[in-house]
């Protein structure tokens, strides 16, 4: 008896916690890196192809120096030669300049 309300705890627990780790894992912010062909107050567009949603008052933007920068900045410009870009989900958390050619 006790052997099977240990195993059924043991369950309960793993079923509990399997939903929580998937959506920290479905969470985890992502990076990748190419041309900012597109900056606007709401998108952010990659290579020509791959789209994001841009917030710039919520997002981080800094220089190739390191220096935090507006993302208005970046939406006044309108295109970044090449950039990291930090993601949660489809969300611009941050970008870091590596080259901007002007």
Not at 3 to 31: D, K
Not at 59 to 73: E, I, K, N, S, V
């Amino acid at each position: 008896m006790k052997r099977s309300v240990t195993a059924r705890l043991a369950g309960s627990l793993l079923a509990l916690a399997s939903p929580a780790m998937c959506v920290l894992a479905a969470g985890a912010p992502s990076v990748v890196e190419g041309r900012l062909t597109q900056v606007t107050s709401s998108l952010v567009q990659l290579d020509h192809n791959q789209t994001y949603q841009f917030n710039p008052g919520l997002a981080q933007c800094f220089d190739f120096r390191g220096d935090a920068l507006t993302c208005d900045t970046l939406v006044g410009i309108g295109y970044v030669d090449r950039a990291r870009v930090t993601l949660r989900g489809t969300n611009v958390q941050r970008i870091d300049i590596i080259e901007l050619q002007q």
